[in-house]
């Protein structure tokens, strides 16, 4: 079945960007699926970041758009986030998960934790 | 954007007894809701997709039910693995949001 795997540095700079990538295993990620980015600061609720198909379509929560850019990588059936002038607020542990349109968001990844402190 | 909100914020319930939990949006969703179980250091669940279907293995004490603005999520009999926070989301219009979780503590 579909796994998600998060990986990426798990601390950034106060005004720096956070990347993150997701690699995908055991399905393409060329199929009828979006692929999105979620986030939860610690002790807090769940926040859509955005999503991505592999045409390179995409859609982004508007709080958060100015700061987002999120790209697929077919080749490598994984899928990116960069999110840029973080601070503190932007800490938290962001799940990567694909999306199935009208079928909720099944399988996610385990989560990476990103603090953001100078 | 559409706004979830999820009540109870805390719902104390015993082993064995039925929770009832809701979920409103500001605007329809239509059936676009699902409800998702997320235990301490773990990633959600799927539970419950267009409002009342069952996500693959879960069980049948979780019903789903609902549809335009008003939702709820019933867990027929708790059980101790159960308790966890629960949320709901809605997909509508190419954005997703989630409401604020409802937690599920033993009472």
């Known amino acids: 079945q579909v796994q998600l795997q998060e990986s990426g540095p798990g601390l950034v700079k106060p005004s720096g960007t956070l990347s993150l990538t997701c690699a995908v295993s055991g399905g393409s990620i060329s199929s009828s699926n979006w692929w999105s980015w979620v986030r939860q600061p610690p002790g807090k609720g769940l926040e859509w970041i955005g999503e991505i198909y592999h045409s390179g379509s995409t859609n982004y929560n508007p709080s958060l758009k100015s700061r987002v850019t999120i790209s697929v990588d077919k080749s490598k059936n994984q899928f990116s986030l960069k999110l840029s002038s973080v601070t503190a607020a932007d800490t938290a542990v962001y799940y990567c998960?694909?999306?199935?349109?009208?079928?909720?968001?099944?399988?996610w990844g385990q989560g990476t934790l990103v603090t953001v402190s100078s | 954007e559409i706004v979830m909100t999820q009540s109870p914020a805390t719902l104390s319930v015993s082993p064995g007894e039925r929770a009832t939990l809701s979920c409103r949006a500001s605007?329809?969703?239509?059936?676009?809701l699902a409800w998702y179980q997320q235990k301490p250091g773990q990633a959600p669940r799927l539970l419950i997709y267009?409002?009342?279907t069952r996500a693959t293995g879960i069980p049948a004490r979780f019903s789903g039910s609902g549809s335009g603005t008003e939702f709820t999520l019933t867990i027929s009999s708790l059980q101790s693995e159960d308790f966890a926070v629960y949320y709901c989301?809605?997909?509508?219009?190419?954005?997703?949001?989630f409401g604020q979780g409802t937690k599920v503590e033993i009472k």
């Open positions: 605007q329809s969703v239509s059936s676009n």
């Open positions: 998960a694909r999306i199935r349109v009208g079928a909720g968001i099944s399988p």
């Open positions: 267009g409002a009342s």
């Open positions: 989301q809605q997909y509508n219009n190419w954005s997703v949001t």
